[in-house]
């Protein structure tokens, strides 16, 4: 069993920038890949990016590429994701989540509430 804690949401302005953190537990954060997805009130929720275990391989959202970037220290069992030029339309609820083997997410935090203010 995998817990997954994201901290690190809030209220910005259009133009700032925040750093989400989720942090592992149960099992080392190693094991697995891990990514960031996101639900906005009556959307879908929608893949942000994913990281391999190692850190070594990345996959960007279209609409964040170039603006945020996922990161993982796995010596703290944590994965981050640094949103800069954050605009109204990344408001949503951001999750965390994990993957043992390729496919689907097996895991998921609780959610952290990004909000961006034109």
């Known amino acids: 069993q995998v817990q997954l804690v994201e901290s690190g949401g809030g209220l910005v302005q259009a133009g700032d920038s925040l750093r989400l953190s989720c942090a592992a537990s149960?099992?080392?954060?190693?094991?697995?890949?891990m990514g960031w997805f996101r639900q906005a009130p009556g959307n879908r929720r929608e893949f942000v990016a994913t990281?391999?275990?190692?850190?070594?391989?990345?996959v960007y959202a279209d609409s964040v590429k170039g603006r945020f970037t996922i990161s993982r220290i796995n010596a703290k069992n944590t994965v981050y994701l640094q949103m800069n030029s954050l605009k109204p339309e990344d408001t949503a609820v951001y999750y965390c989540?994990?993957?043992?083997?390729?496919?689907?997410?097996?895991?998921w935090g609780q959610g952290t509430q990004v909000t961006v203010s034109s």
């Open positions: 990281i391999s275990k190692s850190g070594a391989s990345t």
């Open positions: 149960g099992r080392t954060s190693s094991s697995f890949d």
């Open positions: 989540a994990a993957r043992i083997v390729p496919g689907t997410f097996d895991y």
